[in-house]
């Protein structure tokens, strides 16, 4: 019931009006909910807002928007932040990681000196080859600093071979060596050219083994077309997919569905959810800083809007940028909903109970719908305060008299006795047998609220545009709930389709003949 109460909140957040202004709506659903889309498309076009409606789906990227999670950022070290800080960090790793970190920002600074907007791809082509980078580098800062640098690079290149080149610069180009060679007989102090040079002066098999824990993560979102997305070409005018940064939706009050298919490749799914994350992470400490319209004219300085950040099964996307996100958010207007099944699943994906202790104490009101694990139904009854609860007892007795002369049979006595208990307000018991579309609310600072939610009505496909109705049938049909995500991985329906023509006609007249035979 989680999904469907998710409907409602994200439907009052697309409806609802500040100061005659909307209020910014984005939502992560990893494994991609037909009807959770079709809800905020719907609600968005009622509220007049379809023109700021996106949609981006690494499961259909032909439709989906795009967006470059690296190519806005407030310093150029975010870049390496960003990327470097979904490699792990314990152990043995920890030095692949801050190299990895150094790397990539070196690669990110020339990138930006030689004006050009960093993207996975490029960094991917770099981390690769740096020689190319390097030569191109030198070219800009000589082009400006040295003019007559290269006629001496170009003499010590002729005059190099096998043998006079040194042993750790091996198997690099020739050019890159002559301009090594001139760099330490020349006294040049640039930032940028000393950082590709110290990369470039290491041995390359040695190289090549530092930044191997690298280039699988960026292999990840760097392949098939959803490079198209993640690294968008911005010169391309013929592509009709719109292309987005957080800023500027947060500018134009736009409403994102952010669609991951964690069903059918969860790691590409985190990779991407923690890099839109860290983004986030980044815009918010910028409008924390300086509000939502720096740099535009009669901006007012420090304001703030909100900004509603729903994240269905959030647990799979959490990692360490997530935590700034809930903590420290709220002043930059960010509100987060999140949605997730039990408490476990916060530290199963974290890996550490203190930290998901961290995440689950930032959050203000919690909505406890029925659950399966105690545990996760203690996080709502440990909250609440005893009660005492009132019993009473009926009590009556006789007793015989002794005196046989006497006028006194018997003597009687009744009593009612009130006893009071000291009980838990609700009982974990009361949380598990909660019936669909009901839940406890614990809002306002401890308020305890018992909510019967409306479940909304279908609405008709009619209202979203073709390619919607498509992506809506396509998540339908192929997506399965969470609980069952062991079972059908497949795709029905394309196991055939991954075959050629030539080899789908063969098959099918071996099977003819093998009927004729029979």
Not at 75 to 104: H, M, P
Not at 125 to 147: G, T
Request: charged share 25%; with cysteine.
């Amino acid at each position: 019931g989680k999904t469907r109460l998710g409907e409602l909140f994200i439907t009052q957040d697309i409806r609802r009006k500040v100061r005659g202004e909307h209020e910014v709506v984005i939502v992560f659903d990893p494994k991609g909910d037909a009807d959770l889309l079709k809800r905020m498309y719907v609600e968005a076009k009622r509220a007049g807002r379809e023109g700021e409606f996106y949609v981006f789906h690494l499961g259909w990227p032909d439709i989906s928007a795009r967006y470059n999670a690296v190519g806005r950022f407030g310093r150029i070290s975010e870049v390496a932040t960003r990327i470097a800080g979904q490699l792990s960090g314990e152990g043995n790793s920890a030095a692949f990681r801050e190299f990895a970190w150094r790397f990539v920002n070196i690669i990110a600074r020339a990138l930006v000196e030689l004006g050009q907007r960093p993207d996975y791809l490029l960094i991917q082509r770099h981390v690769i080859n740096i020689d190319a980078l390097f030569i191109e580098y030198a070219q800009h800062y000589f082009a400006k600093n040295e003019p007559k640098a290269w006629e001496v690079i170009v003499q010590l290149e002729a005059k190099l071979n096998d043998k006079n080149i040194p042993r750790n610069m091996i198997g690099r180009e020739k050019r890159v060596v002559a301009l090594e060679q001139y760099l330490s007989q020349v006294r040049i102090y640039d930032p940028v050219l000393d950082g590709l040079r110290s990369a470039v002066r290491y041995d390359r098999t040695y190289f090549d083994k530092i930044v191997a824990s690298l280039l699988p993560l960026l292999e990840k979102l760097t392949t098939g077309k959803i490079a198209q997305l993640l690294a968008p070409n911005y010169s391309d005018l013929s592509d009709p997919r719109p292309i987005f940064d957080w800023m500027q939706v947060i500018r134009k009050r736009a409403v994102v569905y952010v669609g991951l298919d964690a069903l059918s490749d969860a790691e590409v799914a985190a990779a991407v959810g923690n890099s839109m994350f860290s983004d986030l992470v980044s815009v918010a400490g910028h409008i924390y800083k300086f509000g939502v319209d720096d740099g535009l004219p009669g901006a007012a300085a420090g304001a703030k809007i909100p900004i509603n950040v729903h994240a269905d099964e959030f647990n799979e996307l959490m990692g360490d940028e997530f935590i700034p996100m809930v903590n420290k958010g709220g002043g930059a207007g960010v509100q987060v909903t999140a949605y997730t099944q039990t408490l476990s699943d916060i530290e199963a994906r974290i890996g550490n109970r203190a930290k998901a202790g961290q995440v689950v104490g930032n959050f203000n009101n919690l909505f406890m719908l029925r659950v399966r694990e105690t545990a996760t139904a203690e996080l709502l009854t440990r909250q609440l305060p005893k009660v005492e609860v009132y019993a009473t007892a009926l009590m009556s007795g006789a007793t015989d008299s002794s005196d046989p002369h006497g006028n006194t049979a018997f003597t009687s006595n009744t009593q009612d006795r009130i006893s009071s208990n000291s009980v838990p307000l609700i009982e974990p018991a009361h949380v598990v047998a909660l019936p669909k579309g009901q839940c406890f609310a614990l809002t306002e600072g401890g308020n305890l609220w018992k909510v019967r939610m409306p479940l909304p009505a279908p609405d008709p496909d009619e209202a979203m545009p073709k390619d919607l109705q498509e992506l809506a049938g396509y998540m339908r049909q192929h997506y399965v709930e969470a609980g069952d995500w062991w079972e059908n991985q497949g795709i029905p329906g394309l196991q055939d389709k991954a075959l050629p023509d030539d080899l789908l006609d063969d098959f099918k007249q071996m099977a003819a003949a093998e009927e004729a035979e029979a």
